[in-house]
């Protein structure tokens, strides 16, 4: 309903458009003429205007002079100023009233200058004008084969009364254009840079049409030749064709239609224009807009096909527009191109194929529209994929970090299951096998069992300790096995020295390495305890800064043994050494046999290498 309501409000306007106005100017519709070209000079007597040069001397250049009648001139009270409106006249001319110059349009031998695109309004001052008789407006004109010169009808009245009729023909001619020239260079310019960044075809189509348009409408507003004539006309007139058929292109475009037939109608319309201006045959310019009008009718009846099946928006205001476009360029061809009496008629066409720029004006919002939205929604959405990503990873970091606490609780456990497996489980081992074998031989050694007893409590004991938090302090770890061990040198009869200097913070100090390096002294505390028969032992602890090291020298007095004897048998070496190479260390043992050396004793020294502190920037 709505659809229908518009057309035939369009229908209306068009119908308004092609009526014409009522005035009370008066309208001078007879002159005689007096033509003189090359070939001949010929006198026309009361000939009707509009006169088209074109149609009554196709090909020829020429002059033409135009004698008009005005009524007289009536005297009035308040003696309003009078006036002459022309439409149009061509293509240069001298005005004269009663025999006086009034106004000189164009100098007749200046072709650079055609006056025929712009209305002239005369004002005629009254002193020129007989209230007795008629007044006499003589045009003499200069004329340009197939540049639409001639004479259209002349309107005589109050100035005041030709002024709005003189503003309109002037708005549709000239004023309008440059809003077109503006819009369709910028739009135009806008699409090719689309066109170039995208290589989507609709917009290199606008671009071609709003160019050439912009050719046309540009040529309509200076009255001053660019380029020699007819060169500018074949210009002009090409530029016309091209950018109707690439307009329609852009509109079977946008309903899908590839329209490559629309390219023999180029093709025809450039041949017609060619012909009609190397020729001077004005029929093949008639010809040449006549086909300009199939593929604006193929583009009607595309653009209604898809308003009828899309119902979309944006294929009803394209209808609205061809529609238009159709009806208008019907009009122009059937007022204004064809009979003789188109010479005073604007063309309305090119106003028409504006709509389109305002079209493609309205598509350009409407994809940017959309383009937002497109980008905000997935904007949302990857901002809810993101937050839920988020929350996946921080579930699965707790879960990672659940498991590495639980995974480090378990080697933690481990850790100290085995601990306490070999050094605990080993001599209660030990004491479980010297208990069964004294049941077999019925003999018990109390000090063995002591002894077992003894290590196996000391190894429960070492195990703890390693347990305990030393913050990188290995002095505490010394002091600590210190206190558990000075009972049993004491009962030993066995007197310990202390030197333990001043030591760095070992960062690597780790439960484990603790463990070790209590286990290597243990086991040397213990030997010495067992088989060393000496008096003193001492324990020096220094910082060798030099190598980035910690060494423990535990020496004692006693019997001494012999290394090389000692390699191979027992595990006891062989396990300290074991453990000085797990956590790093160094360990070197010297000891000389009590019947070899003068001086007696064994030296055993653990170097324990540790990392330099890493510096940060503050």
């Known amino acids: 309903?709505?659809?229908?309501?518009?057309?035939?409000?369009?229908?209306?306007?068009?119908?308004?458009?092609?009526?014409?106005?009522?005035?009370?100017?008066?309208?001078?519709?007879?002159?005689?003429?007096?033509?003189?070209?090359?070939?001949?000079?010929?006198?026309?007597?009361?000939?009707?205007?509009?006169?088209?040069?074109?149609?009554?001397?196709?090909?020829?250049?020429?002059?033409?002079?135009?004698?008009?009648?005005?009524?007289?001139?009536?005297?009035?009270?308040?003696?309003?100023?009078?006036?002459?409106?022309?439409?149009?006249?061509?293509?240069?001319?001298?005005?004269?009233?009663?025999?006086?110059?009034?106004?000189?349009?164009?100098?007749?031998?200046?072709?650079?200058?055609?006056?025929?695109?712009?209305?002239?309004l005369l004002t005629i001052p009254t002193a020129l004008l007989s209230s007795e008789s008629p007044n006499v407006l003589v045009i003499d004109t200069t004329v340009q084969a197939l540049r639409w010169g001639g004479l259209s009808g002349v309107y005589y009245g109050t100035e005041a009364e030709l002024r709005q009729r003189y503003a309109a023909v002037y708005g549709w001619r000239q004023s309008s254009y440059i809003v077109i020239l503006v819009a369709l260079v910028l739009m135009g310019l806008i699409s090719l840079a689309i066109w170039l960044r995208q290589r989507e075809e609709l917009y290199g189509l606008f671009a071609l049409s709003a160019l050439w348009g912009g050719v046309n409408a540009f040529n309509q507003l200076t009255m001053h030749s660019w380029l020699p004539w007819p060169l500018e006309g074949i210009v002009v007139a090409v530029a016309l064709a091209w950018h109707v058929v690439f307009m329609t292109r852009f509109t079977l475009s946008l309903v899908g239609q590839h329209g490559n037939w629309v390219r023999l109608t180029l093709l025809a319309s450039t041949i017609a224009i060619g012909i009609a201006f190397v020729l001077a045959m004005p029929v093949y310019w008639t010809i040449a807009v006549s086909l300009l009008f199939f593929p604006i009718a193929a583009a009607l009846i595309f653009t209604a096909r898809a308003a009828d099946k899309d119902q979309?928006?944006?294929?009803?205001?394209?209808?609205?527009?061809?529609?238009?476009?159709?009806?208008?360029?019907?009009?122009?061809?059937?007022?204004?191109?064809?009979?003789?009496s188109g010479i005073g008629e604007s063309v309305y066409l090119p106003h028409a194929l504006f709509l389109y720029v305002l079209m493609m004006g309205w598509i350009l919002v409407e994809r940017y529209t959309v383009q937002h939205e497109q980008y905000h929604n997935l904007s949302v959405t990857l901002d809810e994929r993101v937050q839920e990503r988020e929350g996946q990873l921080e579930k699965s970091f707790e879960q990672i970090q659940s498991q590495g606490e639980e995974r480090a609780k378990l080697l933690e456990r481990q850790r100290i299951m085995s601990d306490i497996h070999d050094g605990?489980?080993?001599?209660?081992?030990?004491?479980?096998?010297?208990?069964?074998?004294?049941?077999?031989?019925?003999?018990?050694?109390?000090?063995?069992?002591?002894?077992?007893?003894?290590?196996?409590?000391?190894?429960?004991?070492?195990?703890?300790?390693?347990?305990?938090?030393?913050?990188?302090?290995?002095?505490?770890?010394?002091?600590?096995?210190?206190?558990?061990?000075?009972?049993?040198?004491?009962?030993?009869?066995?007197?310990?020295?202390?030197?333990?200097?001043?030591?760095?913070?070992?960062?690597?100090?780790?439960?484990?390495?603790?463990?070790?390096?209590?286990?290597?002294?243990?086991?040397?505390?213990?030997?010495?305890?067992?088989?060393?028969?000496?008096?003193?032992?001492?324990?020096?602890?220094?910082?060798?800064?030099?190598?980035?090291?910690?060494?423990i020298a535990l020496l004692d007095d006693g019997i001494g043994f012999d290394t090389d004897q000692q390699n191979g048998k027992g595990h006891g070496l062989g396990n300290m050494r074991f453990r000085a190479n797990a956590i790093g260390a160094r360990l070197h043992i010297e000891s000389n046999a009590a019947q070899l050396a003068i001086v007696k004793g064994t030296t055993l020294t653990l170097e324990i290498p540790y990392q330099l502190p890493t510096m940060t920037d503050d």
């Open 424 to 551: 605990v489980g080993a001599q209660l081992v030990g004491l479980v096998n010297i208990i069964k074998r004294s049941q077999t031989t019925q003999s018990v050694n109390p000090q063995q069992l002591l002894e077992h007893a003894q290590m196996a409590l000391d190894e429960l004991r070492v195990a703890v300790d390693a347990m305990q938090p030393v913050d990188g302090d290995l002095a505490t770890v010394l002091a600590t096995l210190r206190y558990r061990l000075e009972p049993r040198l004491k009962a030993s009869d066995i007197e310990l020295v202390w030197r333990v200097e001043e030591l760095p913070f070992l960062a690597d100090l780790t439960p484990q390495k603790v463990l070790q390096i209590q286990r290597i002294l243990l086991e040397a505390f213990t030997n010495i305890i067992k088989h060393a028969q000496s008096k003193t032992v001492s324990l020096v602890a220094r910082h060798k800064p030099d190598v980035h090291c910690v060494e």
């Open 312 to 340: 979309s928006k944006q294929a009803r205001l394209l209808f609205l527009v061809s529609l238009v476009v159709a009806l208008t360029a019907l009009r122009d061809l059937f007022i204004v191109h064809i009979p003789e």
């Open 1 to 120: 309903m709505r659809l229908k309501c518009l057309l035939i409000a369009l229908a209306l306007v068009l119908l308004g458009i092609c009526l014409p106005a009522q005035a009370a100017a008066v309208l001078i519709s007879k002159a005689d003429i007096r033509i003189s070209t090359s070939h001949k000079v010929v006198t026309l007597l009361h000939q009707a205007l509009p006169f088209r040069w074109d149609l009554n001397f196709p090909g020829e250049n020429g002059s033409a002079t135009y004698t008009l009648m005005l009524p007289a001139y009536k005297i009035q009270g308040d003696m309003q100023p009078m006036g002459v409106l022309i439409p149009r006249v061509g293509n240069q001319a001298k005005i004269y009233l009663n025999g006086s110059l009034l106004n000189v349009a164009a100098s007749l031998d200046d072709a650079r200058k055609d006056i025929s695109k712009k209305p002239l």
